[in-house]
């Protein structure tokens, strides 16, 4: 532990750039070196500038110290690029996190088929589907699922490895006390505990624009291959795509209708050369020679039951509204009129009613205010009226 407050106090030190920290454990070997050396022995760091320096003067270890005491409280671990439980697979990329924060059991990655699974927050019932589907086959199939957690693509692919029981890999912008979005709170909890969560900034930080541009570099070092489900043409799914290209991974996208502006990118990605992918074995397939024990082209064709957007947006039964004896009842002609004019769903204009029934505007405005009273009309906004019985004449 005491070693690791140098470490942290290193990621913490502003304006020292994730590069420059990377050149200095080089040159130093480790962070409490770097610590203790005096600053011409830092500046001998290949690219350091005096600036940074500077900021690395500031001994105060009162932060990392508090960082420390966060992490023994939410049950978070540290680990170092120095650690060998790190992932070789994202140590060999050209800008890897010194350190990231762990919740959870994370799997010996290097010996997994991972595979990123992106796309844009604002999806379609189309893409949701698509990345739940995408992800249950992917964790059916034996491959590990990573995701950004974002709201959309993101969380869905992850429910549907969760689904099929599976390894996920959450790696998100925040501290991992940080619920962001905040519908995705339990999502959260449920990887920890199937899989885990990694992000590269302590506790209780707040997620920033900036932070999820490096975030992506991290989803596609972990992994062998990116996924794109929807992206429109200006899309953070289409950064993580390019990011996986660059660190020589494969890129696969889900293809969409032509005039779908959320399939815009994904369309431009196969026309450019991405694999074409409608199952999960479409991306494994390329995986297999070199996880046989692993990956298994059933269980990446399997479908779950039932998606879960379609879960949700199964109608519930609409409720009968009560029914109304007309000749019992002590209505008005004007009332029983506005009555038999509005509909049960389609809401209608206090001007329509008027011009459809003939009443004058202000026998029209009385007697809706005496309907609404007795909850036999529901007024919705913009002075819009609908039936809330059903009358029996």
């Given at each position: ?9 290193l ?15 080089r ?21 350091i ?7 690395l003067e ?13 992490c023994q409280r939410?049950s ?18 050209y800008?890897p ?8 059991r ?7 088929a ?11 019932p ?19 699922v990573?995701s ?13 490895a969760l689904?099929a ?16 979005p905040?519908e995705?709170?339990?999502l ?5 505990a199937a899989g ?6 302590p506790p209780g ?16 070092g972990?992994?062998l ?10 899309s ?5 795509a ?6 020589g ?16 990118g ?11 992918v409608?199952?999960?074995?479409d ?14 082209q ?5 479908q779950?039951?039932?998606?879960g957007?379609q ?6 039964p609409?409720?009968?509204?009560p029914s109304?004896d007309?000749h ?8 029983l009129?506005l009555?038999?004019a509005?509909?049960a769903?389609?809401p ?9 029934t ?13 309907l609404e ?11 819009r009226?609908?039936?809330?019985v059903?009358?029996?004449e």
């Amino acid at each position: 532990m005491s070693a690791l407050k140098y470490w942290v106090w290193l990621s913490e030190c502003r304006g020292v750039s994730n590069q420059t920290r990377l050149a200095l454990l080089r040159h130093f070997g480790s962070p409490e070196d770097v610590f203790y050396a005096d600053a011409g022995e830092i500046l001998l760091t290949e690219g350091i500038t005096r600036e940074q320096v500077k900021a690395l003067e500031d001994h105060n270890l009162d932060k990392a110290d508090k960082i420390l005491a966060d992490c023994q409280r939410l049950s978070l671990r540290i680990l170092t690029i120095q650690d060998a439980e790190y992932p070789g697979r994202l140590q060999n990329i050209y800008d890897p996190p010194c350190l990231l924060y762990v919740k959870g059991r994370l799997p010996a990655i290097d010996e997994e088929a991972a595979v990123a699974v992106v796309g844009t927050r604002d999806c379609t019932p189309y893409g949701v589907a698509c990345a739940e589907k995408l992800g249950y086959g992917l964790a059916n199939g034996g491959a590990v699922v990573v995701s950004g957690l974002a709201k959309g693509i993101d969380a869905a692919a992850s429910r549907g490895a969760l689904r099929a029981g599976g390894v996920t890999v959450g790696v998100v912008g925040n501290g991992l006390d940080v619920h962001y979005p905040y519908e995705s709170r339990y999502l959260y909890e449920d990887i920890a505990a199937a899989g885990v969560l990694l992000s590269e900034y302590p506790p209780g930080t707040e997620p920033a624009k900036n932070h999820f541009p490096a975030r992506n570099r991290i989803l596609s070092g972990l992994s062998l291959a990116a996924l794109v489900v929807e992206a429109p043409e200006r899309s953070g799914a289409l950064i993580t795509a390019e990011t996986a290209l660059e660190q020589g991974r494969d890129v696969f996208a889900v293809p969409g209708p032509i005039d779908a502006p959320n399939s815009v990118g994904c369309n431009r990605l196969i026309r450019d050369g991405a694999g074409l992918v409608s199952d999960a074995w479409d991306i494994l397939r390329e995986y297999a020679g070199r996880f046989p024990e692993k990956l298994k082209q059933d269980g990446a064709k399997e479908q779950p039951a039932a998606l879960g957007y379609q879960a949700r947006q199964k109608a519930e039964p609409k409720p009968v509204p009560p029914s109304l004896d007309v000749h019992k009842s002590s209505l008005t002609d004007d009332q029983l009129n506005l009555l038999r004019a509005l509909d049960a769903e389609e809401p209608a204009l206090v001007d329509d009613l008027i011009e459809q029934t003939g009443i004058p505007t202000r026998r029209v405005l009385s007697a809706l205010t005496l309907l609404e009273i007795e909850q036999l009309v529901t007024q919705h906004s913009g002075k819009r009226y609908t039936r809330a019985v059903t009358l029996c004449e």
